[in-house]
T-cell receptor, first 112, second 111 residues
Framework: KAGVTQTPRYLIKTRGQQVTLSCSPI?????VSWYQQTPGQGLQFLFE???????NKGNFPGRFSGRQFSNSRSEMNVSTLELGDSALYLC???????????FGPGTRLLVL | AQSVTQPDIHITVSEGASLELRCNYS??????LFWYVQSPGQGLQLLLK??????LVQGIKGFEAEFKRSQSSFNLRKPSVHWSDAAEYFC?????????FGKGTTLSVSS
């Protein structure tokens, strides 16, 4: 079974721009979560989607948003990028909520 | 507040020696506990998990962890470390999704 895939793997943007990251979960998995990883803050939960509905949300500003499609693929969007948004963004999928998550390779975003 | 503490930022172990990585958690409900490993430039790979039952859990690559409720700990162990085990290790707690992660422990393996 193919693992979680994320596109693109690397991205360079400038301050003020917006960016969209994509995540394709493991086949059959209906829950997709997003995490931000930075050297200073570590791994932080952004949000979780299950059956196209946001189920949980972390403590991030409204500039961070996401959605999930009927095929369980998910996108996250960051608007008005700031330098501090430079990070590795990890997507994880699981069969349902409250079950083990499997992570993708991440998208590394650099904001200049 | 819910949190995970990994007291050791960096550990160096000789190849063939035993390993123990510490993890302490604070969580209001019955915790689901996880250990993940991350190699440079990679995502997170699940090593093992504890949901309930036997407090000693076995994982991949010869790792095991023991859940001790009285000590709020979930330490990771391996009897004999291989050079390929060098990576960053993360302990996490949560309901499965929406995990709270520790800051991680970087493991270096010396020959």
């Amino acid at each position: 079974k193919a693992g979680v895939t994320q596109t693109p793997r690397y991205l360079i943007k400038t301050r003020g721009q917006q960016v969209t990251l994509s995540c394709s979960p493991i086949s059959g998995h209906r829950s997709v979560s997003w995490y931000q990883q930075t050297p200073g803050q570590g791994l932080q939960f952004l949000f979780e989607y299950f059956s196209e509905t946001q189920r949980n949300k972390g403590n991030f500003p409204g500039r961070f948003s996401g959605r999930q499609f009927s095929n369980s693929r998910s996108e996250m969007n960051v608007s008005t990028l700031e330098l501090g948004d430079s990070a590795l963004y990890l997507c994880a999928s699981s069969p349902g909520t409250e079950q083990t998550q499997y992570f993708g390779p991440g998208t590394r975003l650099l904001v200049l | 507040a819910q949190s995970v503490t990994q007291p050791d930022i960096h550990i160096t172990v000789s190849e063939g020696a035993s390993l123990e990585l510490r993890c302490n958690y604070s969580y209001g409900a019955t915790p689901y506990l996880f250990w993940y490993v991350q190699s440079p430039g990679q995502g997170l790979q699940l090593l093992l998990k504890y949901f309930s039952g036997d407090t000693l859990v076995q994982g991949i690559k010869g790792f095991e962890a023991e859940f001790k409720r009285s000590q709020s700990s979930f330490n990771l162990r391996k009897p004999s470390v291989h050079w390929s085990d060098a990576a960053e290790y993360f302990c996490a707690v949560g309901p499965g999704t929406a995990l709270i992660f520790g800051k991680g422990t970087t493991l270096s393996v010396s020959s």
